[in-house]
């Protein structure tokens, strides 16, 4: 995409948001409703956003012009609703998945998914958050203080004397082994991401079998 047609998709997006209130019902009450997809349908570049392929060079450009559009808007006061938070990565965060569930809607009213592949970018979306929980969790130190405060407390009540002393030794050592444990509850999330989607597979390919059985018997 060349930058005068950034320029131009830019514009569009943010004469979207800034006379839009479908915006607010879709991105913040999840409200995805026919005529909330309709009402987005009419700018043209939402609506080739809801017909390119999810996760498509298309899809990533149009969220990443969005939120930039919404940062802008509330920046500027001309924001048609107010935003949980105006810090642009919350932004892109409550655009990436307000914009994913009426993609998804969209494309699986219009039989562009089918209920597999729907479930799998859900479950992928999910997972995806939870990741971001956990990295933020550590990196920003929450972890961290709560191992510390929570071990300080238990010597505490075990009478250790002068427990807070021993705050900084605590505190290095839980830093030492948080990558792995980090990594380990990552991989977690990804299993139990993955058995998900096995289980739909197997729950959906069931269904599918049973509706054809009985209209084959009714044939």
Not at 179 to 197: C, D, E, L, T
């Amino acid at each position: 995409m060349n930058v005068e047609r950034i320029n131009a998709v830019s514009k569009d997006l943010i004469q979207a948001v800034a006379n839009s209130t479908t915006l607010q019902s879709v991105l913040l009450e999840g409200n995805i409703s026919i005529d909330n997809v309709k009402e987005l349908g009419k700018s043209k570049v939402l609506q080739e956003f809801l017909d390119a392929p999810i996760g498509s060079e298309k899809d990533t450009q149009v969220k990443k012009l969005m939120a930039t559009a919404i940062h802008i808007a509330n920046q500027n006061d001309c924001l048609p609703f107010e935003v949980p938070s105006s810090d642009p990565i919350e932004i892109a965060k409550l655009v990436d998945e307000g914009l994913t569930r009426v993609k998804v809607a969209y494309q699986s009213g219009c039989g562009l998914l089918d209920p597999i592949e729907v479930a799998d970018v859900l479950i992928d979306k999910a997972a995806a958050r939870v990741v971001a929980l956990v990295d933020h969790a550590f990196e920003s130190g929450m972890v961290n203080q709560a191992l510390t405060k929570g071990s300080v407390a238990l010597l505490t009540f075990l009478k250790v004397p002068n427990a807070q002393a021993y705050a900084p030794v605590i505190s290095n050592v839980i830093s030492r082994v948080e990558r792995p444990i980090q990594n380990f509850i990552k991989k977690g999330i990804n299993y139990i991401a993955q058995s998900a989607k096995t289980t739909v597979r197997k729950v959906v390919t069931s269904i599918k079998s049973f509706i054809t059985r009985k209209v084959e018997a009714l044939a």
